[in-house]
């Protein structure tokens, strides 16, 4: 796979570009300066090669600020690892002392590369690379990421001067694998604890709310299984959700849960368990996805015996479906108890694809009547036959009935807990459906 990395300085389009090739709406696109971050990754095929594109925040030099710092060490980071470096450049504006820059960065990295004169949206802006000579790379190539135009010559051209090889039939996908969302409110540590999981500086990391506005997908290997985390950035209550960069982020934020197997929910510890943070977990059980709470900054709390296990059951005080699922306690900046996360997502992802056998259910289902038959309702008597499982991710149980709608809820909820306890389904939200027999 050839890896190309994405970098020129602010405002060029080069996260437009990075969309219109992976053909989706992966990187935030704004007319306001400084929305691309961190590192974004995005895989496409052309003409049989498999290319990985990088896209990466705007590049500024010489600034001060906490953010533009940071941007240019991404950036410097992906050239790095980069097989090849795109240098996106502004047609309409000309060559600034930033892209001077650039290019000198460019050629002191070696790498093989190309520069895109953006903006040429029609054949007669196309002389506007001329301006761009001064800066001495070579190929130069105009190409418009906003219509397309040349983007395929673009493409072709990169594969060209890499002397990229075809790439083999793709794989089928290991079942072993999963996909594990990061998701809380804003400043609760999901970067922070992304990176100490990857153990490298994968996600830009402030004391500010709201730094991560993309979904931003890394790749790990636990024990030979291949996670792919989600970072996301922080769910703000909707009426909190001040422009639509925030609302984007939000939007970006929700398909990375829904598209996921199972999330990690963090808990600032030392802000205690929230209305906000119940309602994001119970988006994330609505959704059916596997569900892990961690306890993040466990660090910075005073303890004793008990600390532990009372905010736990302040938790489940506040809501008790949350006593379902594993709670874990972390500090992803000094990395303690962090080992335990994989390991907790790795026996989840399990569960979450195991169907279970219909005589094991059947054995439960007798076994929690045998020991509470349902409560006859309207002069009815409810009978019980047979139940079943129809799906998974989420699970869904079927259990058949001469009157499926007169099954009281206390009873459903009897029945919800004895398949939990019976088949170890802690962290899995599931749903029974009564039908007619």
């Known amino acids: 796979m050839l890896t190309v990395a994405i970098i020129g300085r602010p405002n060029v389009g080069k996260s437009t570009f990075f969309n219109r090739v992976l053909n989706q709406r992966k990187a935030i696109v704004h007319e306001k300066e400084g929305i691309t971050r961190d590192r974004i990754y995005g895989e496409m095929f052309w003409t049989g090669h498999q290319l990985r594109f990088v896209d990466t925040g705007g590049f500024i030099p010489k600034d001060s600020d906490i ?28 060559p600034v002392s930033t892209d001077l820059e650039l290019a000198n960065f460019i050629r002191k990295s070696g790498k093989k590369h190309l520069m895109a004169v953006n903006k040429c949206d029609d054949l007669s802006l196309s002389q506007q690379i001329n301006n761009f000579f001064e800066l001495g790379l070579k190929p130069v190539m105009p190409i418009s990421a906003l219509n397309g135009r040349l ?36 400043n ?28 931003i997908d890394s790749n790990i290997r636990y024990y030979g299984k291949k996670i792919t985390l989600v970072d996301t950035a922080g769910l703000r209550k909707k009426s909190k959700i001040s422009d639509n960069i925030e609302f984007y982020s939000t ?14 929910v963090l808990i ?17 059980i609505l959704k059916g996805k596997g569900l892990i709470v961690i306890v993040n900054k466990w660090d910075l709390i005073n303890k004793t015996t008990n600390t532990m296990k009372e905010f736990v059951d302040e938790m489940i005080y506040q809501f008790k479906t949350v006593g379902d699922y594993p709670i874990l306690f972390i500090s992803a900046l000094t990395k303690k108890r962090i080992s335990g996360v ?15 056998s219909t005589s094991d259910l059947n054995k439960s289902l007798q076994k929690a009547l045998s020991h509470k038959a349902p409560p006859a309702t309207r002069g009815k008597v409810i009978n019980l036959n047979y139940v079943t499982q129809v799906s998974t991710k989420p ?43």
């Open 268 to 284: 600032d510890a030392e802000k205690g368990f929230t209305k906000h943070d119940k309602s994001i977990i119970d988006d994330v």
């Open 67 to 94: 953010f533009n710092r940071e941007i240019r060490n991404q950036a410097k980071e992906a050239a790095n690892e980069a097989d090849f470096i795109l240098f996106i450049v502004d047609g309409k504006t000309g």
């Open 188 to 215: 609760v540590g999901k970067s922070s604890l992304l990176n100490a999981l990857l153990k490298r500086n994968q996600s830009i990391v402030t004391p500010i709310g709201g730094t991560t506005r993309d979904a």
């Open 395 to 437: 699970h869904l149980f079927v259990i058949y009935s001469n009157y499926p709608k007169l099954v009281p809820l206390n009873y459903r909820k009897y029945l919800e807990n004895n398949l939990r306890v019976d088949f170890d389904l802690k962290g899995i939200p599931f749903r029974i459906s009564f039908r007619k027999k």
């Open 342 to 356: 994989l390991k907790e997502a790795s026996l989840l992802s399990k569960k979450i694809k195991k169907k279970l």
């Open 151 to 186: 983007t395929g010559d673009l493409l072709d051209e990169i594969i060209h001067l890499s002397n990229a090889k075809p790439s083999e039939d793709e794989k089928e996908a290991d079942d072993s694998e999963f996909r594990l969302a990061i998701a809380g409110m804003p």
């Open 251 to 264: 939007v970006r934020t929700q398909n990375a849960i829904f598209n996921c197997d199972l999330a990690l």
